[in-house]
């Protein structure tokens, strides 16, 4: 479960109230404990369609850092200095070298129902001329990054399972406590077979972005004293 790692939403009673009364959750066997609805003995389990639901009708809002992961909504960390500069760096780097694909900076990436996460950059292949304004999918996916520090373990273990599950080609995990960058390719059985730390001074390549050559520094940052 997801609630293991990191913590879960909590709402407000009258939050609670209005769910039910609105039936955007069942009324009959739900109960709001510390803040999170439970069904039974476990947090009510939320379908994709249920969880865009609660945010079009004003139960979740824009600056409430949530994402969906096992059908759990749950927390994201804080946003911290560090964490906000190499997001800076990494968009600076990607419309560098993705060219005309799609870049989308901390935006929900739909996996499969009930696995929603916001991942903190990907890189999608480009939208034909017309299409909808559904949110990108797994499907569309070629790069997923994410900055870790206090979220390392939940981004090392659940997500990457998910994201290599979902058969995301490329998964870049930055981690700030450590200064090095996780890059993770060939997915296979909810893990993926070739992953490789980096350093200061080190580069691979990155299939996802053309074959460009990614140096470490480029994402990290200058490195700390």
Same mark, same amino acid.
């Given at each position: ?53 609660? *945010?079009?009708? =004003? +139960? ?9 992961? /096992?059908?759990?909504? @749950?927390?994201?960390? !804080? ?84 994201? *290599?599950?979902? =058969? +995301? ?9 450590? /200064?090095?960058?996780? @890059?993770?390719?060939? !997915? ?38």
């Amino acid at each position: 479960m997801a609630v293991q790692f990191v913590q879960p939403h909590q709402f407000t009673p009258e939050q609670f109230c209005r769910m039910t009364r609105d039936g955007l959750i069942p009324r009959q066997g739900m109960e709001l404990i510390e803040g999170v609805v439970v069904s039974g003995t476990r947090p009510l389990q939320f379908s994709n369609a249920g969880y865009l639901r609660l *945010a079009e009708e =004003g +139960i979740l809002h824009e600056d409430d850092r949530v994402e969906l992961i /096992d059908g759990e909504i @749950v927390r994201m960390s !804080p946003v911290g200095g560090r964490h906000s500069e190499c997001v800076a760096r990494l968009v600076k780097l990607l419309v560098g070298c993705a060219g005309d694909k799609d870049t989308r900076i901390q935006d929900p990436l739909v996996l499969a129902d009930g696995q929603q996460p916001q991942p903190d950059a990907f890189v999608a292949r480009p939208r034909p001329a017309t299409y909808d304004a559904s949110l990108r999918s797994a499907a569309d996916a070629l790069l997923v990054i994410e900055v870790a520090d206090s979220s390392l373990l939940f981004d090392r273990t659940i997500k990457a399972q998910h994201y *290599a599950d979902a =058969g +995301i080609p490329e998964y870049w995990l930055v981690d700030l406590k450590r /200064d090095v960058v996780l @890059v993770m390719q060939e !997915p296979a059985a909810s893990a993926y077979l070739d992953a490789r730390e980096y350093r200061h001074g080190e580069s691979w390549t990155s299939p996802a972005l053309d074959g460009a050559e990614i140096e470490a520094a480029s994402v990290l940052g200058p490195p700390r004293t």
